[in-house]
């Protein structure tokens, strides 16, 4: 029988802290610009979180935890982001006249990466494009989108099964 050697958390210190962010911040980053549509939103948020996370000072086993719980951070940030724009959204909705035209950046920021992809990944529900933004983007396993969600491994995978059908649906399957 072999015995297991626990896990000891440590403190997290600033040298760790400052190497895992140089290392993880163009992943975060790029995680965050996936789940709110544009790069500055998704800078102050990845900024948000790892100066919370600073402030907080979790007591992290390893680099591996501590960019676990930056990756948890930065989804959090960008939930609630996207909650604060929803609420902006519905107001300027109900005060703008109907005739307006889109945001002047809208074009440029679509001609970064394929338009049609991301404006159907933007009409996916939040946990589905959550969801397909950490398992095909990340590349995280059912089981680090889990934790990082807060949810369980089969609603992981249903609501990716969900969303891509919905997906499928809205740009039309091309098999």
Not at 79 to 102: K, M, N, Y
Not at 142 to 157: F, M, N, Q, Y
Request: proline residues 5%; hydrophobic residues 45%; aromatic residues 4%.
């Amino acid at each position: 029988m072999t015995a297991t050697v626990p896990r000891v958390a440590s403190s997290l210190d600033a040298a760790t802290m400052s190497a895992v962010v140089d290392e993880q911040w163009t992943s975060l980053t790029r995680l965050a610009v996936l789940l709110l549509g544009d790069r500055a939103s998704a800078e102050d948020a990845v900024q948000d979180a790892c100066e919370a996370t600073w402030r907080v000072r979790p007591a992290v086993a390893d680099r591996d935890h501590l960019v676990a719980y930056l990756r948890t951070a930065v989804v959090n940030r960008c939930r609630s982001a996207g909650r604060r724009r929803g609420t902006v959204h519905r107001f300027l909705a109900s005060v703008r006249p109907e005739d307006d035209a889109p945001a002047a950046d809208v074009p440029v920021l679509a001609a970064e990466s394929d338009a049609a992809v991301l404006a159907a990944l933007a009409r996916l529900a939040p946990r589905q494009r959550e969801v397909l933004v950490l398992r095909y983007w990340s590349e995280l396993s059912e089981r680090e989108i889990a934790d990082t969600l807060g949810i369980a491994p089969g609603t992981v995978k249903r609501t990716a099964s969900d969303a891509l059908a919905r997906l499928d649906t809205l740009l039309g399957d091309p098999r």
